[in-house]
């Protein structure tokens, strides 16, 4: 290599060499300090793309776990309210067997009546007050759960339909629900025929029940199944974005015993420039 005194090539290639390894090293640390691989687009366009998908897959199928359970809130109040409904229809079970026995009075009868009236109400209220989140339970309405991983051919629904709940109208699961507003127990006679729809009754509610449990099973179910693909998306996202510690603590090592090198023979070769001055001494 001649000598030359216009251009030092030595001190530019090193200088470019410290540059990258500066970087290199300034990058490494970012990575380190975010726990981040990709902490700007340039880092890795098509992996950064992936990784974003893959979070917004993951963000989707988390509010999805969310309308589930919520779903399964409902189905739960529900389940109660006609838990309670069952305690009713028993006691009013104790009222018509008692009223039809031929050795209560007329008088006891009617006492027995107003207690029965008063069961009646108390189902239809409960029937007409039960809400949740602000909406009534029992309204016959068909409640559309929404499953997403946030596209089109992952979007689906689950319905869970409480119908309605009176006195005039007890089980929705019925083909002919069972209507205890007409029944009494003023006499022996309306007594008996009381006690057969309120049997029938608890019937109906029990299998009300066991509709509302099969599709409070079916939410839980999918709520299991949208938790296993978050944990899979996440891992697969992590596997993407999250930065390989390991691997930057021995770049950052290599890349400060390069800086250091690199310093020294970007000083080195301006010592060569000064060299030539002694050829003119």
Known sequence: MSMSILNNIPGLEAQ??????????????EQLSSGSRLNSGADDPA???????????????TQSAQNATDGVGMLQVADGALS?????????????TEA??????????ASMDNEFTAIKSEITRI?????????????GNTTKVFISDGTSAGASTIDASVGTLSSSSIGFSASSPTN??????????????????????IANVANDRGKIGADVNRLQSATNVVNTQVQ???????????ANIAQDVAQMSQDNIL????????????QMQQSILKLLQ
């Open 16 to 29: 470019n060499q410290l540059n990258q390894t500066s970087q290199n090293l300034s990058s490494t640390l």
């Open 47 to 61: 992996g950064l793309a992936i990784a974003n998908g893959l979070t917004a897959n993951t963000t989707a199928l």
């Open 84 to 96: 309670q409904v069952t305690t009713l229809l028993n006691t009013a079970v104790t009222l018509a």
């Open 100 to 109: 039809s026995n031929g050795t209560v009075s007329s008088a006891q009868q």
């Open 127 to 139: 029937g007409s007050s039960t809400t949740y989140n602000g909406s009534q339970v029992f309204s």
């Open 180 to 201: 205890l507003a007409t029944d009494s127990l003023t006499s022996v006679s309306s007594a008996q025929s009381a006690l057969q729809d309120i049997t029938t009754a």
């Open 232 to 242: 899979n998306l996440t891992s697969a996202e992590s596997s993407i974005s999250s």
């Open 259 to 270: 800086q250091s090198t690199g310093m020294a023979a970007l000083q080195q070769s301006n």
